[in-house]
């Protein structure tokens, strides 16, 4: 659980951040801007509590959100920097699985991991010997493949996930504002999670089960 809230308010720090950035105190003035998930949970608290708590129970694994509050009218004036806004979130997606990834490579030149013979989710990395770094080889692993599970399920160009409004970096400040209007208020939005989570989960499932092509692709990417 912990380690869900730390996702989570990594994921809605950025957006904060960058909203202050770009012109909406919004979240900045209401203590959004922080990794401390307190304040994520008094604001969507079905999402970060109730939620992850009912999946782990029905289904073994968790799942969540949380919401970071903006200025409608900002957004409506800005839809450019509302979309900038949005994308921060998979942008820290990315910088966590650099990170992790950074950290597996320095491993491997020191003499710390090496690549496993067959890897899942929660093992992407092995490590030379026991003890201690048998939880840090766990833990960059996890940290690698929960996050780059995250960055490609919110790039999906679906609706209400970041990803959709990529769209809007592409169209004239007219075209952005119906745009972002029919995103917001279609009543598909929930669909769309499902299937986009559905189409995730499927292509997660070849890739991890493919066993050593898969592995291969891994580490010639982070080798």
């Known amino acids: 659980m912990s380690y869900l809230y730390f996702l989570l308010s990594?994921?809605?720090?950025a957006h904060a951040l960058a909203a202050h950035k770009l012109g909406d105190s919004t979240a900045f003035d209401g203590g959004q801007v922080s990794l401390d998930p307190l304040p994520h949970i008094r604001r969507e608290p079905f999402g970060t509590v109730v939620v992850p708590i009912v999946s782990y129970i029905l289904g073994g694994w968790m799942i969540g959100w949380a919401s970071t509050p903006y200025d409608p009218d900002w957004a409506r004036r800005y839809p450019h920097r509302s979309a900038w806004m949005a994308l921060a979130g998979p942008a820290s997606n990315l910088l966590l699985v650099l990170i992790a990834a950074l950290a597996i490579r320095l491993g491997i030149l020191f003499d710390v991991f090496h690549a496993p013979q067959s890897f899942n989710f929660s093992h992407i990395v092995a490590m030379n010997e026991s003890g201690t770094w048998t939880a840090v080889a766990a833990l960059l692993s996890i940290l690698f493949s929960l996050?780059?599970?995250?960055?490609?399920?919110?790039?999906?160009?679906?609706?209400?996930?970041?990803?959709?409004?990529?769209?809007?970096?592409?169209?004239?400040?007219?075209?952005?504002?119906k745009y972002n209007d029919?995103?917001?208020?279609?009543?598909?939005?929930?669909?769309?999670?499902?299937?986009?989570?559905?189409?995730?989960?499927?292509?997660?499932?070849?890739?991890?089960?493919?066993?050593?092509?898969?592995?291969?692709?891994?580490?010639?990417?982070l080798v």
């Open 10 to 13: 990594h994921i809605e720090a």
């Open 147 to 177: 996050n780059l599970v995250l960055l490609l399920f919110n790039l999906l160009p679906v609706p209400p996930l970041d990803g959709s409004s990529i769209v809007q970096l592409f169209l004239s400040h007219e075209q952005a504002l």
């Open 182 to 221: 029919f995103v917001r208020n279609t009543p598909m939005m929930f669909l769309g999670i499902i299937l986009a989570w559905q189409f995730l989960v499927n292509s997660l499932n070849r890739f991890f089960g493919s066993h050593q092509p898969a592995l291969s692709r891994t580490w010639l990417l």
